[in-house]
């Protein structure tokens, strides 16, 4: 059996993302998801998962092979709150059901990848930092918190992550870039593992800050 890599990301839907951002997050993801496509070692093993937070938290899409994966609609209430905790209780109820973990008999999956994309902050922190010690016991390869938008806040995303991305806009160029650049993350992530090194995060393009 293949070992597989799984992918998952948390999008922020909440209602500020209305209009122009939620477009926006629509083509950046599907587009995404168009790039892996190309790349033969990510067709091979690559798993995606989509947990959408708002007022309320979905699972838009169970872990899927890339070769399955049809493009998705994200869509956003029109106000409300950001439940980032209550999604990343889900994410590690999934996660510990979903990951293969290795024994004598088989290698298990990959060390899995996890995105985080949120315009604001969470409005469960205390779920949401009870959460954070959950997480980080997963052993996730790696972990991506992007802050996008005027109103984001670096600080919550620092305490779950240290690589965090802050984008000054959330218009469709920026959000291309940063899933192009989510894109180069993930394949670099195959390969590395591969090779038994680390996962290294490639350089950002100059749209992407990268928080220090």
């Known amino acids: 059996m293949n070992r597989r890599l799984l992918a998952y990301f948390l999008l922020d839907t909440s209602g500020s993302m209305r209009g122009e951002p ?3 997050l629509n083509n950046g993801f599907n587009g995404l998801v168009s790039m892996l496509r190309m790349d033969p070692q990510a067709m091979d093993s690559l798993h995606i998962s989509v947990i959408t937070f708002d007022r309320e938290v979905h699972c838009l899409v169970p872990l ?3 070769a399955s994966f049809r493009p998705v609609e994200i869509l956003c209430p029109e106000s409300g709150p950001t439940h980032t905790g209550e999604a990343l209780e889900m994410l590690h109820e999934m ?9 004598f008999e088989r290698k ?3 060390k899995p990848l996890l995105f985080v994309f949120t315009d604001g902050k969470p409005s ?6 009870m959460s954070i010690a959950k997480i980080k016991a997963l052993d996730f390869g790696i972990i991506v918190g ?3 938008g005027p109103k984001s806040e670096v600080s919550f995303l620092k305490e779950l992550t240290n690589d965090v991305v802050k984008l000054d806009t959330t218009d469709s160029h920026t959000l291309t870039t940063f899933f192009r650049w989510v894109s180069s993350s993930i394949e670099m992530g195959s390969k590395s593992q591969g090779t038994g ?3 290294y995060l490639p350089p950002p393009p100059s749209e992407l800050n990268i928080i220090v």
């Open 22 to 24: 939620i477009q926006a």
């Open 64 to 66: 899927t092979d890339l």
């Open 95 to 103: 996660v510990d059901k979903e990951l293969i973990k290795g024994s």
């Open 108 to 110: 298990g999956d990959w």
């Open 124 to 129: 469960d922190i205390q779920k949401y930092r």
């Open 146 to 148: 992007c802050a996008a």
């Open 197 to 199: 090194e680390g996962i």
